[in-house]
């Protein structure tokens, strides 16, 4: 009798340890479902990446569908055993085994203390694999989940990848009852080198960014994974984007660029030139055009899709992607049945599973189209975005709005047209506090951007259409935003001019990514020539001389500010980088179209970098404090230091020896109605937007636009 065979006819055996002998090249503890609730502070959800793997491997394990499991990339750990329990693999972990012997994925497997289990190299298809062990592994809560944001240095085992020496144990609190464990053998999602995914068209598109040609071609091309992708995103390479507008105003030199907005995971942002599809671990907030947005039951597909792989776009229709979404639900439902039903999972009981299943998935897209009931479903729906569902004139007192689906799970809200209109941007915060005073069951995530909301919503709970008319409703009787005022602070940030990270940054760029870019190899340079100063210094003083509001936080990551100068004589522009770097350090400090930005982490990023400051993200998992340093609406004044001088900086407010210096303060109607233009700021906008048609027409003759 095989460990596998036995354990098919128990209980799976609750509990386990594992020592870590060799961590592979990327392990690290996830559960499904991610944390949720902090996107609008930057935090993003994180979790298993390819959730119907992990999800069907807790379920063969006999887990709760959100115990923590291990997520692997490319080449898994090698485990020793400490004490017996039940495992499961799932996922591209088709190498996988213990003492030697092939453990076949899907199927629950008894491990007994001294054996080794090893999860392989994952040759493809297919990239990463999932291990669950009954009761799921003993990790603390952080924010709300289990998962791993390795980037932010928390969640998951001590906020890190593993490393050999890690001892990890089960926690038998992550089981559901005396479920058995499972053969899921049957339901495991097939894999290949050509990945078809459905996207729901929007939420931006034809006629304001992309011109009709352009979205068709996005739909139609077969795109390729780009060696760069990783969970913050997939980069997608194929032809250039066709775009509909030579550049994005005040919000950038390219036509890519709009005022900051939150982006959906499973978004497709076009960087510049370069369609990216956000991860797990992607930025919640940035400037980016979003012209489609993946299903949300197609996202597993992205987890597995390797380098070279190709991608195709399938456009589908809201109804058609409701329908993938329930399928998918009545697939996993069938799989939780069977094992609380205990049927027999060996020989028959496999195909039991899968007839269940196959039952389950035919009810829940009953009455719809045909195209709904193929799997995959490659016959593609209108390119053209869906309409609107609430579209309301300006009125005397308000501007336009409109509420557009931004995928299957949620909702982009935008007002008036796509200019910086401070007036505007508090009429969005005091949408998002009324909607927020409603308590619609359902609201999973709130993120408000310069003039824009986001919601995510639990699309099983609360359908799109219903919270469009919440906004709605609470729009028709918002609260005058002349009679409006914020509590907020005046903080003062150290700043280190030209800090030598920055420019390293920079240096990398260059070397690595684009060695052509104009803003290279010097980016306080490149600002002075596109906004018309006369000294490179000039910048720094318009940047130390200027209050900056803050309109959003998360731009890029942990509660990062997104600001702007109140003063238009301070408003620097600039474009963004085109494409993207990869690399940018912690809290550096950057400018991309009119905004300023602080980078809560290092990662990839856009903005022209000129400086570095403090940190704006503290996490304590034992003092329990709220770990962003900053609020919505701050005035941010910076204070020069020396590079030296910033690191104690540093280091005092990492150790919390040191709080960020704030004053308390107001903001009011009359405050962001003396930010519209003055003649000094309107003199400077002149002599910016002449430096820019200048710089356009120089890369124009260099073969440099893109």
Not at 158 to 166: I, N, V
Not at 405 to 418: N, Q, S, W
Not at 450 to 466: G, I, K, M, N
């Amino acid at each position: 009798m095989t460990a596998a065979t036995e354990s098919m006819q128990h209980v799976a055996i609750a509990g386990g340890a594992l020592l870590v002998v060799k961590p592979g090249v990327q392990t690290t503890v996830q559960d499904v479902r991610g944390r949720a609730g902090y996107w609008g502070v930057g935090v993003p959800p994180s979790g298993a990446w390819d959730d119907r793997s992990a999800t069907l491997a807790n379920i063969g394990a006999g887990n709760d569908t959100n115990a923590a499991l291990l997520e692997a990339l490319l080449r898994g750990p090698t485990l020793t055993v400490l004490e017996r329990g039940t495992i499961c693999i799932t996922g591209a972990a088709t190498a996988a085994t213990v003492d030697g012997r092939p453990v076949p994925l899907g199927i629950p497997t008894v491990v007994d203390a001294g054996q080794t289990i090893d999860m392989g190299l994952m040759r493809g298809p297919g990239i990463r694999g999932y291990l669950a062990i009954a009761g799921g592994f003993a990790v603390p809560l952080a924010l709300g989940s289990r998962a791993t944001f390795a980037l932010g240095k928390f969640g998951g085992h001590e906020g890190r990848a593993l490393k050999s020496g890690d001892e990890l144990r089960a926690a038998v609190d992550g089981r559901e009852g005396d479920c058995p464990a499972v053969d899921v053998s049957a339901l495991l999602p097939p894999m290949g080198d050509t990945w078809v995914l459905r996207v729901v068209p929007g939420p931006h598109g034809a006629p304001e960014h992309l011109t009709a040609d352009g979205v068709e071609e996005l739909f139609a091309a077969e795109w390729e994974v780009d060696h760069r992708s990783d969970r913050t995103g997939v980069r997608l390479v194929g032809p250039a984007p066709r775009w509909a507008r030579s550049d994005g105003g005040q919000a950038g030199m390219h036509p890519s660029n709009i005022h900051d907005s939150a982006y959906p995971v499973g978004g497709i942002m076009l960087s510049g030139g370069t369609p990216v599809i956000v991860g797990p671990d992607g930025p919640s907030l940035g400037g980016f055009v979003v012209p489609a947005v993946i299903v949300k039951s197609d996202r597993w597909q992205l987890a597995q899709a390797r380098p070279g792989d190709r991608v195709l776009l399938r456009p589908v229709t809201p109804e058609q992607a409701d329908a993938l979404n329930r399928a998918r639900e009545a697939e996993l439902a069938g799989a939780r049945l069977d094992r609380a039903g205990k049927v027999a999972v060996a020989g028959a009981g496999a195909g039991a599973v899968a007839g269940a299943v196959a039952s389950a998935v035919a009810m829940a897209v009953a009455g719809a189209p045909d195209a709904e009931r193929a799997e995959p479903l490659v016959a593609a729906g209108p390119a053209t975005r869906p309409p609107a569902l609430v579209d309301l004139a300006p009125t005397d007192d308000r501007p336009s709005l409109t509420v557009r689906r931004a995928g299957d799970h949620h909702l982009l809200v935008e007002a008036g047209p796509p200019v910086l209109d401070l007036v505007v941007r508090l009429q969005i915060h005091l949408l998002a506090l009324a909607v927020a005073d409603r308590a619609v069951v359902g609201i999973v995530e709130t993120v408000e951007g310069v003039r824009s909301l986001l919601f995510a919503v639990d699309e099983l709970t609360l359908p799109l259409t219903t919270l469009a008319t919440v906004i709605a409703e609470e729009w028709a009787q918002l609260a005058d935003v002349r009679d409006a005022v914020l509590p907020t602070r005046e903080v003062f940030l150290p700043i280190a001019l030209d800090d030598p990270t920055v420019h390293e940054a920079m240096q990398r760029y260059q070397k690595s990514v684009r060695p052509d870019a104009p803003w290279c190899p010097d980016n306080v340079e490149f600002i002075r020539r596109v906004n018309g100063l006369e000294a490179r210094d000039d910048v720094f003083g318009i940047l130390t001389e200027a209050s900056y509001l803050t309109v959003g936080l998360g731009d890029v990551y942990l509660g990062a500010p997104v600001a702007v100068p109140l003063d238009p004589a301070h408003r620097l522009v600039t474009t963004k980088y085109d494409p993207a770097r990869t690399w940018t350090p912690e809290n550096a400090v950057g400018i991309g179209g009119i905004y300023l930005c602080v980078y809560g982490m290092e990662g990839p990023g856009g903005y022209q970098l000129v400086g570095r400051t403090v940190p704006v993200w503290r996490f304590d998992a034992e003092s329990g404090g709220t770990p962003w340093l900053l609020r919505l609406f701050d005035r941010l004044r910076f204070v020069p230091v020396t590079p030296e001088e910033l690191l104690q900086w540093r280091d005092d407010i990492k150790a919390g020896r040191r709080d960020l210096d704030t004053r308390p303060a107001t903001l009011t109607y009359a405050d962001v109605l003396g930010s519209a233009d003055t003649l000094e700021g309107a003199a400077f906008t002149a002599q910016r937007t002449q430096a820019f048609d200048a710089e356009r027409a120089r890369w124009a003759e260099q073969g440099l636009a893109r």
